[in-house]
C-alpha cells in the first residue's frame, strides 16, 4: 500500500471515553509497525465559534487525515439503527475512491436482512414500506453491499468476527486487532508496498 | 464538471417502481442537458447464481457507473432509521473522493440530533448509550457532518427543500430538481467546465 498510515473510522468518535480507545487502537497499529491516525488527532477549536464552522472545521480535519493515510479500518458495527454509521460509510467509499486499502469489521454477525426484520417488528411504518413492495438486501451480507464489495475491490475485506453485546461492542477490539492483522500481511505481501 | 454526466444515488433502488423513479429523474437531467445514469443501468445477470456472485456484480456495476460520471446527486432522505441508506453514504463519499460535483437532498427536515431523540424514546438501548456519555451531533444538520461539507466540498451542497411525508418521500421530485438545477447551473458557471 502506499504508506503505513491507517485512518481510523467509526462512531468511536461519539464515545465518552474516544480518546482511550483510539490509544489502544494506535497501539495495536505500533504493534505491526502501522501508524493509526484517528480523526480526533486534528484538534478543532469549538470555544465561541458558529456550530457550522466547527462542523466543517471537523469536516476539513477529517478530511486532511483521511488524504495522508494509505489504508483505513473501519468499524461498521450497527450504530444507532440498522446499520453503520453514515459518516464511516462515507469515509469508506472516500477511501476506496482515493486508492487506500479499506478492511472493515463488525461486532454484530446478523444479517442486514434479519436487523431490518426486527426494525419492521418495532417500527410500523418500515414494516408498511416493506409489506408495500421495498426490497431488503437478502445476500447474507452483514451490510449494504457497497461497502463489502468496495472493500475488496481496495485489497481489503469485511471481516466477520466475534459478535460482542451492549454498549461493550463499541468498544471491543478483537475486530479491529483482526482487520490491522490482515492489512500488515497485505502490506507486506504487496509487490507494489513501499515500506 | 468534468462531463454531463450524473449518478443518480439514492434508496430508490429498492423501491418496487424504481425503473419509473428513474425514468423521471432520467427526464428531468435531460431538460437541464445532462446525462441521468441510473444504478439500475448496467444489468446484472441474478438467475441461478449464487448470493455473493450477483452482490459482487451489482457492486461492479454501480462502481463502473459512478466512474462514468462527474456529477452525482444523492436522496439522503432518512432510510429505515436515523439517518441515509448507507448504500448512498458511501457512494457521496466515492464520488466525493473521486472528483465529482455532488449534490444532496432530503424530504425530511428534522435535524439529525431531533431524530435521534425519537429514537431513544422508543430504542432503550440507544437510549441508554446516549444517557451514557455517547454525544449526538448538535450542529442543526440534517446528516452527519461528513455527508454536507462532503458535498460542499465537491462544488455541490445538501440543499433543504420541502418535506414529505409516508412512503412518497421516497418519490417527491422536487429536491432532486432543485439539485439538478443548481448543478447545471455550477456546470455552466464553472471555468472548467468542459460542455
Known amino acids: 500500500m502506499r504508506n503505513d498510515r491507517v485512518y481510523l473510522a467509526g462512531p468511536e468518535v461519539f464515545l465518552p471515553d474516544a480518546d482511550e480507545i483510539f490509544r489502544r487502537k494506535k497501539e495495536i497499529c505500533s504493534s505491526f509497525s502501522l501508524v493509526g491516525v484517528s480523526p480526533l488527532d486534528d484538534e478543532v477549536t469549538r470555544a465561541g465559534l458558529p456550530a457550522a464552522r466547527v462542523a466543517r472545521a471537523i469536516y476539513r480535519a477529517n478530511r486532511r487525515s483521511m488524504r495522508t493515510c494509505g489504508a483505513c479500518v473501519a468499524n461498521v458495527t450497527p450504530f444507532r439503527g440498522v446499520g453503520v454509521d453514515a459518516g464511516t460509510a462515507f469515509e469508506v467509499g472516500f477511501m476506496v475512491a482515493a486508492g487506500a486499502v479499506v478492511f472493515g469489521y463488525s461486532h454484530d454477525r446478523e444479517p442486514y436482512r434479519e436487523r ?79 515500506a
Not at 431490518?116 to 445476500?139: I, K
Not at 461497502?147 to 471491543?172: H, I, K, N, T, Y
Not at 477490539?173 to 507494489?192: D, I, K, M, N, Y
Request: aromatic share 6%.
Open 116 to 194: 431490518v426484520e426486527a426494525l419492521c417488528a418495532d417500527n410500523p411504518a418500515v414494516a408498511a414500506h416493506v409489506e408495500g413492495g421495498w426490497s431488503v438486501e437478502d445476500f447474507g451480507l452483514a451490510e449494504n453491499l457497497m461497502l463489502p464489495f468496495g472493500m475488496e475491490e481496495s485489497g481489503g475485506a469485511l471481516l466477520s468476527v466475534q459478535p460482542e453485546e451492549g454498549a461493550d461492542r463499541f468498544r471491543a477490539l478483537a475486530g479491529f486487532r483482526a482487520c490491522v492483522e490482515r492489512l500488515a500481511a497485505t502490506a507486506t505481501s504487496s509487490p507494489a508496498a513501499d
